[in-house]
């Protein structure tokens, strides 16, 4: 898969046309020559070759891989279904996510955890919120969830909704301020300002609703959006203002009061990205870390997404989205009255809704409780702040990138190591982390699940270091993805192409 470097290395290739290289600049030269048939053929080749290697690891082939593409001609019983389901994850590599070896992904991982929410999604399996007059306790609980996390942000006045993730409550937040600016200010040609570590979902939204969005670098040191590229980059078109609390890539979190400040000086939105604060941030304060303010406290936020499947410990596809006020959030609604089929209304992008999800959310935070929050708070953060001093204190080879604040410590390479070498070996150990870009580096999003085996990641880390720089292989994953997104000026181009052929590769039975 991966000689496909070398061809968008030209640019530091000594045998390469020099001349070509000094006048047109690396970047161009590598433009260039992937105009050359020769070299258009070599990468076209590679592509397909990474694209079949995809294959080959994700839709596994063969007798013993059970396939299912058409319908069966009659039912089958409860007993072969689940009996083929054991087959089906027999002949699959699965994860064994309770050994707490994911970065995120599985927050709680308790088996009495499952139990109860299992009950609750099987009581209400068939409901669907779109109908609230057959379904009324799923409106009611609702409500209720929206209300419970209006209070935990410190704004019971304000108003909320569900959605299905982070990224359609940041999509509600983002189509809610274009319409108002739309309406009240005469805004037609948006812009929104976000940190280059904001969630991607504020590009998808961008792309999604025909909003263009400045993308503001953040402080190599402490990792928060530069305010003063912010405070330059407000125009008369400008609907919003972005902060997180606390971002994917590296867990810092924006200096949320300065953002407010601006925003409420020119009257515009601003949106705090709490999807992964969600459980963990509110409740830092009575856990006993002291925790800039980041909630409707702040003058000037105007919405907050909280993911309630993240540290709140509910069932997958479940967020919310929060609004200082009533009237705003009706910006968020869809009404179309005028339809043959009857009144349409929605209060979010999606039509019909799984009740059983709101159920199963409702049920997670009455179970887990204020007390539990607080204790699973005090835990993961330990946790988190134990790695962290570990890497500063006694791997001298990687660097914290900036003050994590909650549960996420990213770390960087002070160039004595490839840190993504370093990911690729902290897999070959069975763990799933995260890589990253700008800078290079790999990241853990500490659970109630890492926290009984972060000794084990911090001498597994050691030990990853030690044989990246001994026995260093260029082969991983990470080596091979993140290096060719950054290697030149197509990189990004063609790591498109082969994510592209990973998403293409989820649909094929």
């Known amino acids: 898969m991966f000689s496909l470097v070398w061809v968008l290395q030209l640019n530091q290739d000594p045998s390469a046309d020099v001349s070509l290289r000094a006048f047109w600049g690396p970047q161009q030269a590598t433009l260039l020559a992937l105009r050359f048939p020769t070299v258009r053929k070599q990468v076209d080749a590679e592509l397909a070759l990474a694209a079949a290697e995809i294959e080959a690891k994700m839709v596994p082939s063969g007798p013993n891989i059970p396939r299912h593409i058409v319908l069966p001609a009659q039912g089958r019983t409860p007993e072969w279904i689940l009996a083929e389901m054991d087959r089906m994850d027999a002949a699959m590599s699965h994860t064994n996510y309770r050994d707490g070896k994911l970065s995120g992904a599985v927050y709680h991982g308790g088996q009495d955890m499952e139990d109860v929410i299992m009950a609750a999604m099987k009581r209400y399996l068939v409901s669907n919120p779109l109908h609230p007059a057959v379904f009324p306790t799923v409106r009611k609980m609702e409500a209720e969830v929206v209300a419970m996390c209006l209070k935990l942000y410190n704004h019971p006045d304000g108003a909320g909704a569900t959605t299905s993730g982070g990224t359609e409550s940041i999509l509600m937040a983002v189509k809610t301020h274009r319409d108002w600016a739309r309406a009240v200010k ?3 040609e948006p812009e929104m300002i976000v940190p280059e570590s904001g969630h991607a979902a504020f590009d998808k939204a961008g792309a999604y609703l025909k909003i263009k969005v400045h993308t503001i670098e953040v402080d190599p040191v402490t990792r928060k959006v530069n305010l003063k590229r912010v405070a330059r980059a407000i125009n008369a078109n400008t609907i919003m203002l972005v902060g997180s609390s606390v971002n994917f890539p590296d867990g810092c979190m924006d200096d949320i009061p300065a953002l407010g400040a601006l925003a409420k000086r020119h009257n515009i939105g601003l949106h705090v990205d709490s999807c992964l604060g969600s459980f963990i941030v509110p409740f830092m304060e009575k856990a006993g870390f002291p925790i800039q303010p980041f909630d409707f406290r702040v003058e000037g936020v105007t919405s907050i997404s909280c993911d309630t499947h993240k540290y709140g410990f509910a069932p997958k596809g479940s967020s919310i989205i929060m609004y200082r006020t009533a009237e705003l959030r009706k910006y968020q609604y869809y009404v179309y009255p005028n339809w043959p089929g009857g009144v349409y209304a929605s209060p979010s992008m999606a039509g019909s809704r799984p009740g059983s999800i709101i159920a199963g959310t409702w049920a997670a935070l009455h179970y887990i409780g204020e007390e539990g929050y607080i204790e699973s708070c005090r835990s993961i953060v330990d946790c988190a702040r134990q790695i962290e001093t570990a890497i500063r204190d006694e791997i001298p080879e990687l660097y914290v990138l900036g003050e994590p604040a909650a549960s996420v410590v990213a770390f960087g390479s002070r160039g004595t190591v490839d840190v993504l070498e370093v ?19 790999v990241h853990i999003a500490c ?3 890492t926290v009984p085996v972060r000794t084990q990641f911090i001498a597994d880390l050691k030990e990853s270091v030690r044989e990246a720089k001994e026995k260093p292989s260029g082969k991983g994953d990470m080596v091979a993805l993140y290096g060719l997104g950054t290697s030149s000026a197509v990189g990004p181009e063609m790591v ?9 590769n989820l649909y094929k039975a």
């Open 423 to 441: 990911g690729d070996m902290m897999s070959k150990r069975g763990w799933h982390l995260n890589g990253l870009t700008k800078p290079a580096a």
């Open 447 to 449: 659970t109630r699940l």
């Open 186 to 188: 005469g805004i037609t």
């Open 496 to 504: 498109t192409q082969l994510v592209t052929g990973f998403l293409d």
